[in-house]
């Protein structure tokens, strides 16, 4: 669900998104995220101009819903991209992996308008399995949680 309420995302095995009014349930949109990989994960930004999505291909595809283009492609994961989650300032993503890692996301410009503009900043390895959830805490800047298969 978008952070507006005003439409929410549905994954598929193909790549597709689409994008439904929650209120009449009727088609908005339909999008090829993702060419050549299923869609494990998505994400509204804050203000809902934007949807990630994690593959199964190992990257995440950032999509402006606004300008309707097809986006970027963020790569740097090992293994299927399964968690996807945008910091409250939408100035950062964050992505859980397959490969045990968490990577963080930084947009390179202030404007989400401009596409290919984010960079990956870090990466937070450790974890001995896969990483099912990532979610930013909506006060402390810079603080998320994790979710994974350690036990």
Known sequence: MSPTG?????????GSVRLFDPRSRKLLLTKELSRT??????????NGTELA???YGNTINVWNIQSKKSGVK????????????????????TSGSEDY?????????SDEAIEGSWSCMSMV??????VHNVAWTPIVPMEFVTGCEDG
């Open 125 to 130: 390895n450790g974890f001995l399995n896969t």
């Open 53 to 55: 999505g994690g593959t």
């Open 74 to 93: 963020l790569s740097g994961h090992d293994a299927a991209v399964v968690c996807v989650a945008y910091s409250p300032c939408s100035g950062w993503i």
């Open 37 to 46: 990989s299923a869609l494990m994960a998505l994400a509204f930004s804050p």
């Open 6 to 14: 005003q439409q929410f995302a549905v994954g598929y095995m193909s």
């Open 101 to 109: 890692t968490v990577r963080l996301w930084l947009r390179q410009s």
